[in-house]
């Protein structure tokens, strides 16, 4: 048995009905290039199975401690079923990208089943008029609970399922799996007395690790090397609320060598910072639409990986967190994303002086107990409703093959995220890479979010503005950008 992390649990501690915590991706599928040109859903299913022994996820259940008196415990599941966890849908005519979208949004939306292995694939036939793709395509639909993987561990289990080669869908992998017996309530109660006894020296360590980071980040702010004007309260908006059960869900793509080309606009920038840039100009001209932007910028949080060299492969967890502003209060493209590289410079500053992985130590020294009775009372008070927002959206960037990849034969031709969204923040963007296209996802509780497609067309307008402000040659004049800014917003109730 492996014990879960504080990390992980928490995200256990957090799931309800109307928060699901599972992340996952869209991947699109050209089946022409498998031996015979198709893919029937029985080769899948052999294929996947096949495959189980390349990541730990696969076949992992949880073991939760009575009254959670203590985290709770990974096993090898021994009644594992693949069939349960592969799934085989079809869209109805004609297949289209909004149709898939609806569907994405509803798989999204339900919660797994705690009492088995956290994962879920579902394959999507029927994409027969998706513009840019060849008739014929599928989709894999796959979702992941949180506490198992975080978005770099969760490339291994990616990796287990797919190949550089079409030719190779049906080589297998060695498996000595052996599934656990199921633990006696008396052994966790046992462990979760004495993990409880060793709590105060975790306390000590802990805090002792981060007392010098501390001194460091007392001498950079004396300095003027690391500002505190950014550890500011994010302003309410429409994402900032209690979520409801319901989602949707969409992903735009983009040329990698657009957003390369566009970040040397500013010297230092980098891609995350463009694209961080892009979501704030999205997000500027949907709410500005709709009479609510806010007066001062709204802010992301950025997951930062802590997992070590050696730790690729392990469960779950391994992240801190920065949080960055977005610019949505600048109307000019290129300033905005000059805004937003000043910003994560300072946010990564002052991660670093303390570090990233002190950071996320400190979620050790919270009780479970207290931890789970916290997370269920905040959700059943709506106490999301009550107080400023920490961040209004999360952005998370998963870095993928600049390589075709395979799966049972058929060629990837995107690949696109989905993550959940809770009490607080209802709109959260996964940023995937794959080949030549870097795609900006988003998931969003459909109350706050009803027209997807709209707040879509405000990202691409956001990228088309930044490139045509970047790629603008000095001598030139400037390039007028339409962004509805002439029109006096009309402020939301509870917006700043």
Same mark, same amino acid.
């Given at each position: 048995?492996?014990?879960?992390?504080?990390?992980?649990?928490?995200?256990?501690?957090? $799931?309800?009905?109307?928060?699901?915590?599972?992340?996952?991706?869209?991947?699109?599928?050209?089946?022409?290039?498998?031996?015979?040109?198709?893919?029937?859903?029985? *080769?899948? /299913?052999?294929?996947?199975?096949?495959?189980?022994?390349?990541?730990?996820?696969?076949?992992?259940?949880?073991?939760? &401690?009575?009254? *959670?008196? !203590?985290?709770?415990?990974?096993?090898?599941?021994?009644?594992?079923?693949?069939?349960?966890?592969?799934?085989?849908?079809?869209?109805?005519?004609?297949?289209?990208?909004?149709?898939?979208?609806?569907?994405?949004?509803?798989? @999204?939306?339900?919660?797994?089943?705690?009492?088995?292995?956290?994962?879920?694939?579902?394959?999507?036939?029927?994409?027969?008029? %998706?513009?840019?793709?060849?008739?014929?395509?599928?989709?894999?639909?796959?979702?992941?609970? @949180?506490?198992?993987?975080?978005?770099?561990?969760?490339?291994?289990?990616?990796?287990?399922?797919? !190949?550089?080669?079409?030719?190779?869908?049906?080589?297998?992998?060695?498996?000595?799996?052996?599934?656990?017996?199921?633990?006696?309530?008396?052994?966790?109660?046992?462990?979760?007395?004495?993990?409880?006894? =060793?709590?105060?020296?975790?306390?000590? $360590?802990?805090?002792?690790?981060?007392?010098?980071?501390?001194?460091?980040?007392?001498?950079?702010?004396?300095?003027?090397?690391?500002?505190?004007?950014?550890?500011?309260?994010?302003?309410?908006?429409?994402?900032?609320?209690?979520?409801?059960? @319901?989602?949707?869900?969409?992903?735009?793509?983009?040329?990698?060598?657009?957003?390369?080309?566009?970040? !040397?606009?500013?010297?230092?920038?980098? %891609?995350?910072?463009?694209?961080?840039?892009?979501?704030?100009?999205?997000?500027?001209?949907?709410?500005? *639409?709709?009479?609510?932007?806010?007066?001062?910028?709204?802010?992301?949080?950025?997951?930062?990986?802590?997992?070590?060299?050696?730790?690729?492969?392990?469960?779950?967890?391994?992240?801190?967190?920065?949080?960055?502003?977005?610019?949505?209060?600048?109307?000019?493209?290129?300033?905005?994303? #000059?805004?937003?590289?000043?910003?994560?410079?300072?946010?990564?500053?002052?991660?670093?002086?303390?570090?990233?992985?002190?950071?996320?130590?400190?979620?050790?020294?919270?009780?479970?107990?207290?931890?789970?009775?916290?997370? #269920?009372?905040?959700?059943? =008070?709506?106490?999301?409703?009550? @107080?400023?927002?920490?961040?209004?959206? %999360? =952005?998370?960037?998963?870095?993928?093959?600049?390589?075709?990849?395979?799966?049972?034969?058929?060629?990837?031709?995107?690949?696109?995220?989905?993550?959940?969204?809770?009490?607080?923040?209802? /709109?959260?963007?996964? &940023?995937?890479?794959?080949?030549?296209?870097?795609?900006?996802?988003?998931?969003?509780? #459909?109350?706050?979010?009803?027209?997807?497609?709209?707040?879509?067309?405000?990202?691409?307008?956001?990228?088309?503005?930044?490139?045509?402000?970047?790629?603008?040659?000095?001598?030139?004049?400037?390039?007028?950008?339409?962004?509805?800014?002439?029109?006096?917003?009309?402020?939301?109730?509870?917006?700043?």
């Amino acid at each position: 048995m492996q014990q879960l992390s504080a990390q992980d649990a928490a995200f256990v501690y957090l $799931e309800t009905p109307h928060t699901p915590m599972h992340i996952g991706s869209v991947a699109i599928y050209d089946p022409s290039t498998a031996p015979g040109g198709f893919v029937r859903f029985k *080769d899948i /299913l052999a294929f996947i199975e096949g495959r189980l022994s390349g990541a730990r996820s696969f076949r992992q259940r949880l073991v939760r &401690v009575p009254f *959670d008196l !203590d985290h709770p415990y990974w096993i090898e599941d021994p009644e594992f079923d693949i069939e349960f966890h592969v799934r085989h849908i079809a869209l109805p005519k004609p297949g289209d990208w909004r149709q898939l979208c609806i569907q994405v949004a509803r798989l @999204h939306a339900r919660p797994m089943d705690l009492t088995k292995p956290l994962w879920e694939f579902t394959i999507v036939e029927g994409l027969d008029h %998706v513009e840019g793709l060849p008739p014929g395509c599928f989709a894999l639909v796959s979702k992941v609970h @949180h506490a198992a993987i975080d978005g770099m561990s969760g490339v291994e289990m990616s990796a287990a399922v797919h !190949d550089l080669d079409p030719s190779a869908g049906g080589v297998g992998r060695p498996d000595e799996w052996r599934p656990d017996d199921m633990p006696k309530v008396a052994d966790l109660l046992a462990r979760s007395y004495f993990n409880n006894l =060793v709590q105060p020296m975790r306390v000590v $360590e802990t805090i002792g690790r981060s007392l010098p980071g501390v001194a460091k980040l007392g001498l950079s702010v004396g300095k003027g090397d690391v500002s505190l004007s950014g550890a500011r309260p994010a302003p309410r908006t429409r994402f900032n609320g209690k979520v409801s059960a @319901h989602r949707v869900w969409d992903a735009v793509p983009f040329p990698l060598k657009d957003v390369r080309a566009i970040k !040397d606009a500013v010297p230092g920038a980098t %891609v995350n910072d463009v694209i961080l840039s892009v979501v704030g100009g999205g997000l500027r001209r949907y709410l500005l *639409d709709k009479g609510e932007l806010p007066q001062g910028t709204m802010t992301a949080m950025a997951p930062i990986s802590v997992r070590g060299e050696g730790e690729k492969g392990a469960l779950g967890n391994q992240v801190s967190a920065m949080v960055v502003g977005l610019g949505t209060q600048v109307e000019d493209p290129v300033e905005r994303l #000059r805004f937003v590289h000043g910003e994560a410079v300072n946010s990564k500053a002052l991660t670093n002086a303390v570090g990233a992985k002190n950071l996320a130590d400190y979620s050790q020294l919270i009780p479970s107990g207290l931890a789970g009775l916290a997370a #269920r009372l905040y959700t059943r =008070v709506g106490a999301a409703n009550a @107080h400023a927002p920490v961040y209004n959206c %999360v =952005v998370t960037n998963v870095p993928g093959s600049r390589v075709p990849l395979y799966f049972a034969g058929a060629k990837m031709l995107g690949m696109y995220g989905t993550a959940p969204v809770f009490d607080g923040m209802g /709109l959260i963007c996964p &940023v995937y890479s794959y080949g030549d296209t870097i795609a900006v996802s988003f998931t969003a509780d #459909r109350a706050m979010l009803r027209d997807p497609d709209a707040f879509a067309a405000a990202l691409r307008g956001a990228f088309e503005g930044l490139r045509a402000g970047a790629m603008q040659p000095p001598s030139s004049p400037p390039v007028e950008v339409k962004d509805h800014a002439a029109k006096k917003p009309r402020q939301r109730k509870g917006a700043k």
